[in-house]
């Protein structure tokens, strides 16, 4: 059985959850290294920025020559009250700890796109869910937080009878020792995505816009991401 | 912060899982009675019988005046493992309690549905999600024991940042004990859908089929259903 700490057990079956951001692409690269990747998992859920967010996580899945399955949930958009989606009002700017931030939130994303890996990696007879959630997350969403994968983690095995587990390699990491670490990897971050405004370049101006730099800096790695401004 | 104990807070706010079959039915005019029901939520996830079951979830939600929500997961169908889906193979025959009903678990499904309606609860600024899951439903499928509901409920109030919490009403009751109180709730049972089948009549020898006709004689109450046998 699996737990959700950071210990890799090798040749474990695993699937990565695959935003197409800069964690989840980290995430998918030290997966490669350390378990054997089943199906890297993204989903459409109808946020502002999923089409520019979905090429990064298709070229990389591709690069690697793993599949790569885009799951449509549509009816976030249609359903849920979140300034991230299509539906909602504009996203707000500034620092992603501002109170404003908040309206971003999408109600229980991450409990819905785990649950769904959780079903998905059961019937392909893998073990392990590997999500990029990271000490810089939690916040603002209740749904990254330590406490949340703990316990979601414990509902997914015993939901599936103790044959699948939630993998969070990042819970004590923060950005700039993910882009470090990816760095090592030879990830190209200029193949991902961080903007919740969907827009041709980065705004720069967002939350995970300004966090996305500060990653950078922290990382002491150059920044390839062209900015709007 | 509600929890997943069977003690009802008047005017609380909720929302259904409501499949279309005898549990769900019941629990849905349970909720009626007890809480504020704001929606009831349905899945149509590529299963046989699914066709079936909606349309006695429509007839329920329409005949009470309840907002009724229908969302589609489609890629269930397309990359699940389990014979309850159209993708899968025949409906084994038989008491739901042999070993051959295990290929109609499909994997996680209530901690999916679940976690959407955790999501779509917190969007509606409903702070209870009622899911009819009951002691029959144990032995087979891990995501309808206690354990798993009592986990669920924690990761989805840590997850909701303790706004939404799970409640299961019939977790201790039997499903001839649930039909006993469906039928002093004057639930129409002749509009429910049980049979894994999904043929134009119920086919009578399926597991499911077999545990409906076992409720109504538990419960000393006449069985409205017409099976094809």
Redesign the interface.
Known sequence: MGSSDNIPVSGQKVIVLLSGGVDSVTAFYAALKDYTVACALSFDYGAKHNAKELECARYHAALQGIRH?I??LD??DR????DLLQSGAEIPKGRYTQENMKSTV???????M???A???A??LEATGIVIAAHSGDHSLY??C?P??MH??N???Q????EA?SILSPFLNLNKGEIVRLGTSLGVDYARTWSCYCGQELHCGKCGTCVERKEAFVQAGVCDPTKYSL
Chains 1, 2 share one sequence.
């Not at 359903?79 to 979140?82: E, H, R, V």
């Not at 999408?106 to 819905?112: H, L, Q, T």
């Not at 015993?158 to 009878?161: D, L, Q, R, V």
């Open positions: 399955e799951i449509s009816f976030m359903l849920f009250k979140s999408v109600p229980f994303r991450n409990g819905i785990l649950s769904i959780g079903g998905l059961d019937s209740p749904d937080r406490a949340f316990t979601m414990r509902a997914i015993a939901g599936t009878g699948v």
